[in-house]
């Protein structure tokens, strides 16, 4: 079945380093990306729709210069965390587009800024 | 190990009748449960979730789900579909930390 493969799986960091996120659809090609974020026991939060060879589109309220998202090749969607901070800490989750079948979400990330 | 089960990869009902959309899970712990819904193109929308108290949790857009913890399930369920209802469905279990478990997904197809 299709994968998506999401790394790290967890990550801690100390306040004002930058971490990337790397999400990459291994048996497919996937046009479309998205990238959530999910606090304990709260829904997923949608933060971006990556799309390949293009700029990211940002929900509203989501920190574009923060949040780096790149979509380099149709196996690759990057989201960069830069200049961490406490409150950036939660679980980010990536889903790819598997046209016409659906969506396949990576495993997610916990990332901890200490 | 923990998981999430949506046994049906596709329902077909037509509009105005009741549909249900399965969910089963197995996670250590007490579960937070979600339903999310995604048309084409866009990102997941929150639809309901259940996380204590009151075993029947409605939701958006007219949807509902029953937790019931002695069979492990979630059943998404809608007493009336509408066309518009056409989209995949995504369960999802959280036990309270960091991660949360997605089922595959069901296609839902509501003809007119």
């Not at chain 1, 990550?11 to 990459?24: D, F, L, N, P």
């Not at chain 1, 790149?70 to 046209?99: G, Q």
């Not at chain 2, 007493?79 to 999802?92: Q, T």
């Amino acid at each position: 079945g299709a994968v998506v493969s999401q790394h790290p799986s967890w990550v801690i960091c100390k306040s004002g380093t930058s971490v990337k996120i790397e999400c990459r659809s291994l048996d497919f090609q996937a046009t479309t990306m998205f990238w959530y974020r999910q606090f304990p026991k709260q829904s997923l939060m949608l933060m971006a729709t990556s799309n390949e060879g293009s700029k990211a589109t940002y929900e509203q309220g989501v920190e574009k210069d923060k949040f780096l998202i790149n979509h380099a090749s149709l196996t690759l969607s990057t989201l960069t965390v830069t200049s961490a901070h406490p409150e950036d800490s939660s679980f980010y989750i990536c889903s790819a587009d598997r046209a016409p079948y659906g969506y396949t979400f990576g495993s997610g990330t916990r990332l901890t800024v200490v | 190990a923990q998981s999430v089960a949506q046994p049906e990869d596709q329902v077909n009902v037509a509009e105005g009748n009741p549909l249900t959309v399965k969910c089963t899970y197995s996670v250590s712990g007490n579960p937070y449960l979600f339903w999310y819904v995604q048309y084409p193109n866009r990102g997941l929308q929150f639809l309901l979730k259940y996380i204590t108290g009151d075993n029947l949790v409605k939701g958006s857009y007219g949807f509902e789900a029953e937790f019931n913890k002695s069979q492990t399930s979630f059943h998404l369920k809608k007493p009336s579909a509408l066309v518009s209802d056409s989209a995949l469905y995504f369960c999802a279990v959280n036990t309270g930390g960091f991660k949360t478990i997605f089922g595959a997904g069901t296609r839902l197809f509501v003809k007119a």
